[in-house]
């Protein structure tokens, strides 16, 4: 089968580092893609790693082993506002033709004064 | 800035109508995607197209078809609502090539069947 496996919730103080796992069992694997949604809203591209190592854009990272079936995203300098839920992604090759994305269950964030 | 909408932000239906839930994206983009949220779940693709009039199942195509006439239009169907399909749907499109690295999704739909 296929699954991807992140932590339920994650807690952390405004201005640390917090890192939020993710290790896949997927049949196919083409990259490793993290989202944000916020609460009522809709989740929203935050990175994507096709190839082992460290992307970085602004305060997030995110870092991919294909080798280890393990990627995490790293946020840094956190702010209230980064309070949300996490998902990470695998983009696989569909049965007919196609990309498809998996997703994991999510990490809830919170973030505390 | 890609814009994916949905024709409703909450709908409520009763056991046994049909619905169908609209999606429109302007980016051009080849593939659009269908999801559905649940607590505990995250997100669960249901039916996916990467092409006009091709559409693949997902992991939970049971209870749903969909339709893709037009490339910026993707509809998803509920021949036959029943109450354990009371969830918030998600619409999401992608473009092609490494473009489809990157979903973008609309607000969603929550559904209610009673």
């Known amino acids: 089968g296929q699954s991807l496996e992140q932590p339920s919730e994650v807690t952390a103080v405004e201005g640390a580092i917090v890192q939020i796992n993710c290790t896949y069992q997927?049949?196919?694997?083409?990259?490793l893609s993290w989202y944000q949604q916020h609460d009522g809203g809709a989740p929203t591209f935050l990175s994507y790693n096709g190839l082992d190592g460290l992307e970085e854009t602004g305060r997030f990272s995110s870092f991919l082993s294909r080798s280890d079936s393990y990627g995490y995203l790293l946020l840094q300098e956190l702010q209230m506002k980064d309070s949300a839920s996490y998902f990470c992604?695998?983009?696989?090759?569909?049965?007919?033709?196609?990309?498809?994305?998996?997703f994991g269950a999510g990490t809830r964030l919170f973030v505390k004064a | 800035d890609v814009k994916v909408t949905q024709s409703s932000r909450y709908l409520v239906k009763r056991t046994g109508e049909k619905v169908f839930l609209e999606c429109v994206q302007d980016?051009?983009?080849?593939?659009m995607f269908w999801y559905r949220q649940d607590p505990g779940l995250g997100l669960r693709l249901i039916y996916f197209s990467y092409d006009v009039k091709m559409k693949e199942k997902g992991d939970i195509p049971e209870g749903y078809s969909v339709s893709r006439e037009k490339k910026e239009r993707f509809s998803l169907i509920l021949e036959s609502a029943s109450t354990n399909q009371t969830s918030m749907y998600l619409c999401a499109s992608s473009g092609g090539g490494t473009g489809g690295n990157t979903q973008y999704f609309g607000p969603g739909t929550r559904l209610t069947v009673l």
């Open positions: 997927t049949s196919g694997f083409y990259g």
């Open positions: 992604a695998v983009r696989d090759l569909a049965e007919t033709g196609g990309f498809k994305t998996i």
């Open positions: 980016m051009d983009h080849e593939n």
